[in-house]
């Protein structure tokens, strides 16, 4: 199959290009589609290899014969670079050896068939087909190891971002307490000798300004992230938590910005860094532990690697928001000083209204995987 044999030629030449330029998805994606090209011109030639064998027509065979022999020598010199992650004792892709070798018993078998000698060309046709047979299985091999190496670099990104997501919160969150407690003082200060709190001077203004921008920057990781999870593709409801953080990261920002450093704002800080936590636990489970099984079922990703995390890992992440949302619902309702809600009020139960049917939402796509599954 000529299509096909085009087809394998062109993503190995991919394939190659993005080994040297470090694109280790592209690479994997690429040997991939390589892999079933071959496998689709393999069957063809079998089903004319039959054909001809019933024509007894020697000749046509034997330029089959040389043909597929050529093209073997063309698979054999582009698999002498090694890809990345991959050390092979032999040299270049593991399986090279089987595949140069394959290509001796076809020459040797197109000598016979020259020589009208089928009967002493099958059995070397046959070994040409056992070793490339081992060959693929090296290559497979070598696939699997440079998808589970993806994964594990992928993880290991995730995790150092989500830590210095975490360790910069944790950091505002102390500042954000600090400034409060000052801003508690005075006003305390103020009602003692009974006069009227004190307008929060130039410095601290500034102080709340510099926390709201450095929440706002830790939604730039949080962008990071998201973007590298949608081309990964493997992960359910991830993105979705990570969204929630990067929303809660936003109205902290906004409400530093307007100097309130109160409980609801330390609220909010202390919920992303539940969620940041819930998020790190995760990603050490999965580093720890194999890909999950069944990486079918619209949770391959685009470099034919597992997926990153467990249907149970994200499951438990969404019950952890499900309880941070429960908690700031019961939190509102014990604030609330009169029936009648304020337009504040009106934009909190909003805002919760909205996360809950977003944890809704979460929880369905879980449940329509596991059913699949």
Do not use: C, W
């Amino acid at each position: 199959d000529k299509k096909a044999l085009k087809r394998a030629e062109e993503a190995m030449a991919e394939a190659r290009d993005a080994m040297k330029g470090g694109d280790v998805g592209r690479a994997a994606k690429k040997a991939q589609e390589a892999r079933e090209a071959l496998e689709e011109a393999n069957l063809a030639a079998q089903d004319r290899l039959e054909r001809l064998r019933a024509q007894r027509d020697f000749k046509a065979l034997k330029d089959d014969q040389d043909e597929t022999k050529a093209e073997t020598d063309s698979i054999a010199e582009r698999m002498k670079e090694s890809p990345p992650f991959v050390a092979p004792p032999e040299g270049g892709v593991p399986g090279k050896g089987d595949v140069e070798s394959a290509a001796g018993d076809m020459q040797a078998s197109s000598g016979d068939l020259g020589q009208g000698q089928p009967g002493k060309a099958s059995p070397k046709q046959a070994k040409a087909t056992d070793k490339l047979k081992a060959g693929r299985e090296k290559t497979e091999e070598a696939l699997e190891e440079l998808q589970r190496a993806l994964r594990e670099r992928i993880l290991a990104y995730l995790r150092e971002k989500f830590t210095k997501m975490l360790n910069e919160q944790r950091l505002v969150s102390r500042d954000t307490r600090s400034l409060d407690l000052k801003l508690k003082a005075l006003r305390a200060a103020a009602a003692a000798q009974g006069s009227q709190p004190p307008e929060p001077d130039r410095k601290d203004r500034q102080l709340s300004e510099g926390l709201s921008k450095r929440e706002a920057g830790l939604t730039l990781l949080a962008d990071d992230v998201l973007d590298l999870l949608e081309e990964d593709g493997t992960t359910l409801v991830f993105p979705g938590v990570v969204e929630e953080v990067r929303a809660d990261l936003l109205n902290a920002s906004g409400l530093l910005s307007k100097l309130d450093t109160g409980d609801k704002t330390q609220r909010i800080q202390h919920e992303v860094e539940q969620a940041l936590e819930d998020i790190l636990r995760a990603i050490e489970v999965a580093q720890r532990s194999p890909p999950p099984p069944n990486p079918n079922q619209g949770r391959s990703s685009r470099s034919g690697a597992g997926p990153l995390l467990p249907l149970s890992s994200e499951l438990k992440m969404v019950r952890a928001l499900q309880a941070r949302v429960n908690e700031r619902t019961q939190t509102f309702d014990l604030a609330r000083s009169r029936p009648d809600l304020t337009p504040e009020e009106k934009l909190q139960l909003n805002a919760i209204a909205r996360k809950q049917k977003e944890v809704e939402r979460m929880l369905r796509k879980l449940g329509a995987a596991v059913g699949e599954e």
